[in-house]
Antibody
């Protein structure tokens, strides 16, 4: 069964650091782009970071750029999010999610759609809670 | 930066059809994905690439995308469909994923 399990959340003071981990099972993260998405209490979904299958292409939301770093621990088949200089506004449930298709999936023509080769997120973890206070 | 706009809430009686809109500038030039999130649970993908339904998602869920509006349609709505629904696109110029603000579907 394909599964993602996040861990590492907790209570931290403003300015502090936390390291989140997302352990994958049932598939190899080396074949999939992975994302972190967060959800503040009572709010909507906010994308945080993107890591291509190889880890060579990484994007961050403007709100976390320069403070958060995403990486891969291929030996543990896990995605990691290092969060530094935490702010109260970073309080949220943090989810990791995998791309619907692996990097070598042959998709066919783009239907003239921007983002056609940026795949939907088909498996999500249950999330880990980060409280900055 | 690219913005997706959703109505905060939609209400529908059981057995009726719910339509949830997602507005964005020339959104039909983008692939739109839809997620369902029930209270206290992780999001679940219900429609990908405007119209595709992942395995295990009932045929009652469908999507469309034209002009400046993408739409998630749920026919024969059931009490179990009550949830928040989010649309999502890739913003290539900003190199980022964008989510709509979410729509709370209430089954009366």
């Amino acid at each position: 069964e394909v599964q993602l399990v996040e861990s590492g959340g907790g209570l931290v003071q403003p300015g502090g650091s936390l390291r989140l981990s997302c352990a994958a099972s049932g598939f190899s993260i080396s074949r999939y782009t992975m994302n972190w998405v967060r959800q503040a209490p009572g709010k909507g979904l906010e994308w945080v970071s993107y890591s291509s299958y190889s880890g060579s292409t990484i994007y961050y939301a403007e709100s976390v750029r320069g403070r958060f770093t995403v990486s891969r621990d291929t030996g543990k088949n896990a995605l990691v999010l290092q969060m530094n200089s935490l702010r109260v506004a970073d309080t949220a449930v943090y989810y990791c999610a995998k791309d619907m298709y692996p990097y070598d999936y042959v998709r066919g023509p783009s239907r003239n759609k921007e983002g056609f080769y940026y795949y939907a997120m088909d498996v999500w973890g249950l999330g880990t809670t980060v409280i900055v206070s | 930066s690219y913005v997706l706009t959703q109505p905060p809430s939609v209400s529908v009686a059981p057995g009726q059809t719910a339509s949830i809109a997602c507005g964005g500038d020339n959104i039909d030039s983008k692939s739109v994905h839809w997620y369902q999130q029930k209270t206290g649970q992780a999001p679940v993908l219900v429609v990908s690439d405007d119209t595709d339904r992942p395995s295990g998602i009932p045929e009652r869920f469908s999507g469309s995308n034209a002009g400046d509006t993408a739409t998630l349609t749920i026919t024969r709505v059931e009490a179990g469909d009550e949830a928040d629904y989010y649309c999502q696109v890739w913003d290539g110029s900003g190199e980022r994923w964008v989510f709509g603000g979410g729509t709370k579907l209430t089954v009366l």
